[in-house]
């Protein structure tokens, strides 16, 4: 299921065609979404929009992708949005190290669309149903 339920997600990516791409696709789908290009940007607008979901390149300038998810968690706990690493580092150690890094998964660019909106439905559902245990049984 591919439903967005308005979900807010911060897409991180110093190639701009790359960010702008996602971004596109994702509004398209019901997404609230928002784009940084750099990762102070990134942590400024997550402290702010706080989104649900951050996707985040790992080859960023200045600030690399590793940084921003140590602020992210730092600064945005106990509720930082989920991590979703979008790289074009694939090896295993690549994964590895983002698993450790905080990220839930780890996207290789370019990514394929279908991949990313079921990569959101899956980080995003658990999410979906932990608010729905909150509300009063009738």
């Known amino acids: ?37 750099d990762g102070l940007t990134a942590i400024g607008k997550a402290r702010l929009q706080r989104p649900d979901v951050v996707l985040l390149d790992l080859a960023l300038p200045e600030l690399d992708g590793y940084q921003v998810a140590k602020a992210l968690r730092d600064q945005l706990a106990p509720h930082a949005p989920i991590l ?32 990313l909106l079921d990569t959101l439905a899956k980080v995003l559902r658990p999410a979906r149903e932990d608010s729905r245990a909150l509300l009063p049984t009738p």
């Open 1 to 37: 299921m591919r439903n967005a339920n308005g979900s807010k997600v911060l897409v991180v990516d110093d190639c701009h065609d790359s960010a702008d791409s996602m971004c596109w696709i994702l509004s398209t789908y019901g997404y609230q979404v928002e784009t940084a290009y």
């Open 84 to 115: 979703v690493a979008v790289t074009g580092y694939g090896r295993e150690h690549d994964k590895q190290r983002s698993a450790a890094a905080g990220f839930s998964h780890h996207l290789l660019k370019p990514v394929d669309p279908a991949a």
